[in-house]
């Protein structure tokens, strides 16, 4: 069993940056893939990004390449997604996973096994 819990969500102008964190507790997480996900209202949950156990592997979605980066500390058992040059459109709440098991990336909700509460991105035009 781990439990997650994010931060670091808020109000930002289009342009601007954020770094949500998702801190895990229980189990030990350098063992968990972790996924970070985005729902905005009156849509489906979507994939963001993925890492594996040690950063070796990573997965984003097309919608972020290149503005949004996963990072991990093990030792703080804390994953990041460092989002820049936000949008209107990266609107949502975001809600980090986890799923045991170091080596794969997973794109798919229900691949994964654990859920954070997730935190309210807004990016103001």
């Known amino acids: 069993q781990v439990q997650l819990a994010e931060s670091g969500g808020g109000l930002v102008q289009a342009g601007g940056s954020l770094r949500l964190s998702c801190a895990a507790s229980?189990?030990?997480?350098?063992?968990?893939?972790m996924g970070w996900f985005q729902q905005a209202p009156g849509k489906e949950r979507e994939f963001v990004g993925a890492?594996?156990?040690?950063?070796?592997?990573?997965d984003y979605a097309d919608s972020v390449k290149g503005r949004f980066t996963i990072s991990r500390d093990n030792a703080k058992s804390t994953v990041y997604l460092q989002m820049n040059s936000l949008k209107p459109e990266d609107t949502a709440v975001y809600y980090c996973?986890?799923?045991?098991?170091?080596?794969?990336?997973?794109?798919?909700?229900?691949?994964?096994?654990?859920w954070g509460q997730g935190t309210q991105v807004t990016v103001s035009s």
């Open positions: 996973a986890a799923r045991y098991g170091r080596y794969s990336v997973y794109r798919q909700g229900s691949d994964y096994n654990y």
């Open positions: 229980g189990r030990t997480f350098s063992s968990y893939v």
């Open positions: 890492m594996n156990w040690n950063g070796g592997r990573t």
